[in-house]
């Protein structure tokens, strides 16, 4: 029985943001070997595609995708698949790009509205900007080169907050970009909250520097559209 726990570059057809980083050994696990209750906290994951690019992003509202900024290009362009396991599957098209921020590493996350409120279904979570302490876990699903969902949570822990970023243990690759870095609540999911967003490569063999990415808490001090999806 499975456990609950826990710049672009072209790969074949298919672009993928890059330099998303194993932290030491590849701890991740294959969405698909893990129970019902773990893929079902993935259902409000998707994968972003759009003119060959491809990155991973969570709905934080019904109809609200929000992913990185360098993952943007127009709205027309852009489509977001959930459910790509082993159930049916839905693509919702961009509505609209509502808020993304400047070419700064701290600010490199974007909103995307979706048409047909895809969270009504898959459901979403929301954002947290409560301080977090080394060492406490946290969890990313993701499409790493735009496959079936993976899961990091097996050695996957924040290490501290610098700069507006949030850096942690947990391992991506790419097409990680955009990716949900969540507080996990595996007994009521419905509590688990999304205090980064995933952007940028770092760790080692040794796992001595890390990945990291936007922290909700430094994005919430001038975004209205970020406080506006904070549930503490």
Same mark, same amino acid.
């Given at each position: 029985?499975?456990?609950?726990?826990?710049?672009?570059?072209?790969?074949?057809?298919?672009?993928?943001?890059?330099?998303?980083?194993?932290?030491?050994?590849?701890?991740?696990?294959?969405?698909?070997?893990?129970?019902?209750?773990?893929?079902?906290?993935?259902?409000?994951?998707?994968?972003?595609?759009?003119?060959?690019? !491809?990155?991973?992003?969570?709905?934080? =509202?019904?109809? &609200?995708?929000?992913?990185?900024?360098?993952?943007?290009? =127009?709205?027309?362009?852009?489509?977001?698949?959930?459910?790509?396991?082993?159930?049916?599957?839905?693509?919702?098209?961009?509505?609209?790009?509502?808020?993304?921020?400047?070419?700064?590493?701290?600010?490199?996350?974007?909103? &995307?509205?979706?048409?047909?409120?895809?969270? &009504?279904?898959?459901?979403?979570?929301?954002?947290?900007?409560?301080?977090?302490?080394?060492?406490?876990?946290?969890?990313?699903?993701?499409?790493?080169?735009?496959?079936?969902?993976?899961? =990091?949570?097996?050695?996957?822990?924040?290490?501290?907050?610098?700069?507006?970023?949030?850096?942690?243990?947990?391992?991506?690759?790419?097409?990680?970009?955009?990716?949900?870095?969540?507080?996990?609540?595996?007994?009521?999911?419905?509590?688990?909250? &999304?205090? !980064?967003?995933? =952007?940028?490569?770092?760790?080692?063999?040794? !796992?001595?520097?890390?990945?990291?990415?936007?922290?909700?808490?430094?994005?919430?001090?001038?975004?209205?559209?970020?406080?506006?999806?904070?549930?503490?």
């Amino acid at each position: 029985m499975n456990r609950l726990i826990c710049g672009l570059v072209c790969l074949s057809s298919v672009c993928v943001a890059a330099t998303r980083t194993i932290c030491g050994k590849n701890d991740m696990e294959d969405m698909v070997t893990l129970n019902a209750a773990m893929n079902e906290m993935g259902h409000p994951i998707g994968n972003l595609r759009g003119k060959g690019m !491809s990155c991973t992003g969570t709905l934080v =509202a019904p109809d &609200v995708f929000l992913t990185a900024r360098h993952c943007k290009i =127009a709205c027309s362009s852009l489509t977001v698949t959930f459910g790509y396991l082993t159930r049916g599957s839905e693509t919702f098209k961009c509505k609209e790009i509502i808020e993304y921020g400047s070419s700064n590493s701290n600010q490199d996350y974007m909103f &995307v509205r979706l048409e047909g409120s895809p969270g &009504v279904n898959w459901g979403y979570y929301p954002l947290s900007d409560k301080p977090l302490t080394p060492g406490t876990e946290l969890l990313i699903i993701h499409h790493p080169s735009g496959d079936p969902m993976k899961v =990091a949570c097996k050695n996957c822990q924040f290490q501290n907050e610098a700069g507006g970023l949030n850096y942690y243990s947990c391992d991506t690759e790419p097409g990680s970009s955009g990716s949900a870095v969540m507080v996990p609540d595996y007994e009521n999911p419905e509590n688990t909250r &999304v205090v !980064s967003v995933h =952007a940028f490569g770092g760790c080692n063999s040794s !796992s001595s520097q890390y990945n990291s990415g936007p922290a909700v808490r430094s994005l919430a001090t001038f975004s209205a559209a970020v406080r506006a999806h904070l549930k503490n």
